[in-house]
């Protein structure tokens, strides 16, 4: 009996929550694990978490774009994919055990050399639930993910938190990761009834490598440029300056491009079988950039008028010195769903290629900035994360104008309406906040006032954010 698909907005729901709740409850549990060991120690955990994201791109290596657009995959595609992931992890691993000693000895840490051979597990773990993950794409269902995901979440970051209270300091946050991974890979392979053949296909693998090698550099281009600040930051500063910067970033990801992923697992795999209709691409485009802005920047202005009473509230006063930092960052990731959106477009539309070459062009542009501002302080190493986010927002913009007819006047008027919206909100926050004493206070209330204003202006006025969500709820009904 074939499962019946859930609608896009369940999908979508389920997405959501399949990112945040986890990531709610590990932020929770971090935040706990905050008030017990020092932002030196996250900072550690920091410089290691590079290494592994780096690995953890090479080992998907765009395979689940190339699958999802190639679709119609045979069994034998799928097991190729799963033993070349498991054949490169336990490679990558290999380098990570054996450039462990340098890797302490570049940043004068001696027990960063364990450290990085505990937490490299991670990168085995993961490559043997990558396919499992990809076919809950390409099946739209989101929930089993979401479930799964949540509950090892929630073992691992329980754990975390006891070890952190029995003063494992720094190896609360190593093995609670690590849990996380081990769970999941459990769950997948017990709930899910795929299992490889004993086949590999260079021949089906060689299919999908064109498009899928595009989206792989791409991506490593990206997160290469994105950890270089935790490395860069970690050797000319110190450990504790990286991890109020490694806090704060998190903090940010989570509001951000945690909830564009999620949209983008939804209708990415649902627009590539539309990519012909380019009428149909380019209005599901202005759906989802208004859609996406109207969440995204209100969560980025609370961050931004009351980051230092969130702080207080969630890390504790001796975490104060970051906040001009989360304020900086909230700032950069203003222009992320800008970035985000036009970059998943040109996927669907075929143009890896583009993506990977503007790509290369910006992160060029980002290090320059980022060796001319490193020289001074932390807070001017943000302002040029700023400067970048703005420069590559113009690029993107610029080249959905040129391939999808899409002129950069219109899509800054797709988001016109919660530029205005948000600014109205950091004012409303920011006037109620002054009234109320005790950091607690200062965010509720400001939060009831500022989410009432939020919610009604688009309401009273109709603007067409409102009406697409309304037509959504409709269409749920």
């Known amino acids: 009996m074939t499962k019946k698909k859930e609608t896009p907005i369940k999908s979508m729901l389920w997405s959501i929550l399949g990112r945040y709740l986890p990531s709610l409850i590990q932020i929770v549990s971090t935040i706990i694990i905050a008030r017990l060991v020092t932002p030196a120690e996250f900072g550690e955990v920091a410089l290691i978490t590079v290494f592994i994201q780096i690995a953890n791109l090479l080992i ?22 799963f033993f070349l992931n498991i054949f490169i992890s336990i490679f990558l691993y290999a380098l990570l055990f054996l450039f462990s000693s340098t890797i302490a000895e570049f940043y004068s840490i001696e027990r960063l050399e364990l450290l990085t051979k505990v937490v490299g597990l991670n990168i085995i773990v993961y490559s043997f639930t990558y396919i499992h993950r990809v076919l809950y794409m390409i099946n739209q269902d989101f929930k089993t993910p979401a479930m ?37 890979l459990l769950l997948f392979w017990k709930i899910n009834h795929w299992k490889p053949n004993l086949v590999f296909s260079k021949t089906e693998i060689m299919e999908i490598i064109p498009y899928s090698s595009k989206i792989l550099f791409n991506n490593i281009v990206q997160v290469l440029y994105d950890n270089v600040y935790t490395l860069v930051i970690g050797k000319v500063f110190s450990s504790k300056v990286l991890g109020y910067y490694n806090r704060m970033q998190t903090l940010v990801f989570f509001t951000t491009t945690n909830f564009m992923y ?61 906040l001009q930092i989360l304020k900086l960052i909230s700032i950069a990731y203003l222009f992320i769903p800008i970035i985000y959106m036009n970059n998943s477009f040109l996927k669907i539309i075929n143009k890896p290629n583009v993506l990977f070459y503007t790509g290369v062009v910006k992160k060029i542009i980002g290090m320059l900035i980022l060796f001319l501002t490193i020289n001074y302080d932390i807070e001017f ?31 800054v008027y797709f988001m016109l309406n919660n530029i205005i ?47 697409i969500f309304n037509k959504i709820i409709l269409k749920k009904r």
């Not at 774009?65 to 595609?77: D, P, R, S, V």
């Not at 109205?424 to 400001?446: C, D, N, R």
Request: hydrophobic residues 55%; proline residues 2%.
């Open 60 to 81: 998907s290596s765009g395979f689940a774009e190339a699958l999802i657009f190639k679709g119609n995959n045979t069994n034998t595609l799928y097991s190729s994919v």
């Open 148 to 184: 799964v995901v949540l509950l090892s979440s929630f073992i691992g970051s329980i754990t975390g938190i006891i070890l952190a209270y029995n003063n494992y300091g720094v190896w609360a946050l190593v093995c609670q990761t690590l849990l996380i991974n081990i769970v999941q």
């Open 262 to 322: 999620a949209i983008e697992s939804v209708f990415y795999p649902m627009l590539c079988k539309k990519k012909e209709d380019i009428n149909h691409i380019k209005e599901s485009y202005e759906i989802l950039m208004r859609i996406s802005t109207f969440i995204a920047f209100p969560i980025l202005v609370i961050l931004i008028s009351l980051g230092k009473f969130i702080i207080i509230i969630l890390l504790s006063e001796k975490w104060l010195g970051s």
């Open 381 to 411: 190493v943000m302002y040029g994360i700023i400067l970048y986010s703005v420069i590559d927002s113009i690029i993107s913009m610029v080249v959905i104008h040129l391939l999808m007819k899409v002129s950069v006047f219109k899509q």
């Open 421 to 467: 919206l948000n600014t109205i909100l950091f004012f409303v926050l920011t006037y109620v906040s002054s009234f109320m004493t005790g950091a607690f206070m200062k965010v509720l209330i400001s939060l009831i006032v500022g989410v009432m204003v939020y919610i009604t202006i688009p309401v009273f006025l109709k603007m067409k954010e409102f009406q």
